[in-house]
């Protein structure tokens, strides 16, 4: 099993529309969270950060956390076409010192 | 101003030569990373330093060797390339080394590297 598993997508949708994007990961013991979203050809960024079960919400985006089911997701609200872009879920494992695990990414396509 | 730099942006080379990619952050981080993103997209750690001492150290072959020179550094040396070795690679530095639980990972731009 790995680490850290997405939809490797393309998630479709139109504009305006609401994408959800889910992330499932393997270490009980993680403790925090992150959503890096990478244009083609471009390096990944940090969109969000979430370390407490719940939601988190940051203004379109909203980052939702289950520890219990260990699985951690991502809503884009009003979707824009500017969102297209792969979307990596990345775990924090400590081993140590703590290193990010990151998923294989899951294809945003934003229609007009 | 660019927060973190890499040189070369694209490498394109011959099996069994030697490369070397070089990084740069102008962050003040203490940590920097490198990693390696295949054609799907895998995004995985290779190396880590934090101060210019080596922290975490994934199952790379050995023709892989990082070195920083300063905290602001970290170059990656590869020896005898192989086809395998193409892909993406990316720099990153972060404001600790994850010990605590927030370590946002700042990216560099990235050099793929095409062995021929």
């Known amino acids: 099993q790995k680490e850290v598993e997405q939809n490797s997508g393309p998630l479709s949708v139109p504009e305006g529309a609401i994408a959800s994007l889910n992330c499932t990961y393997s270490?009980?013991?993680?403790?925090?969270f992150f959503w890096y979203r990478q244009y083609s050809g471009k390096s990944p960024e940090l969109i969000m950060f979430i370390y407490s079960n719940g939601d988190k919400e940051d203004g379109r985006f909203t980052a939702q956390l289950n520890k219990a089911s260990q699985y951690v997701s991502l809503l884009i609200r009003d979707s824009q076409p500017s969102d297209s872009a792969t979307y990596l879920c990345?775990?924090?494992?400590?081993?140590?010192?703590?290193?990010?695990?990151f998923g294989t990414g899951t294809r945003l396509l934003v229609s007009p | 101003d660019t927060a973190v730099s890499q040189t070369p942006k694209y490498l394109v080379t011959q099996m069994g030569n030697d490369k070397s990619i070089k990084c740069e952050q102008n962050l003040g981080h203490d940590t920097m990373y490198w990693y390696k993103q295949d054609s799907k997209k895998f995004l995985k750690i290779m190396f880590s330093y934090n101060n210019k001492e080596l922290i975490i150290n994934e199952t790379v072959p050995n023709r892989f060797s990082p070195k920083s020179p300063d905290k602001a550094h970290l170059n990656l040396h590869i020896n005898s390339l192989e086809l395998g070795d193409s892909a993406v690679y990316f720099c990153?530095?972060?404001?600790?080394?994850?010990?605590?639980?927030?370590?946002?990972?700042?990216f560099g731009p990235g050099t793929r590297l095409t062995v021929l």
């Open positions: 270490d009980r013991g993680s403790q925090s």
């Open positions: 990153a530095s972060s404001q600790d080394g994850g010990r605590t639980f927030y370590n946002e990972q700042f």
């Open positions: 990345a775990v924090m494992v400590n081993t140590g010192f703590q290193k990010l695990v």
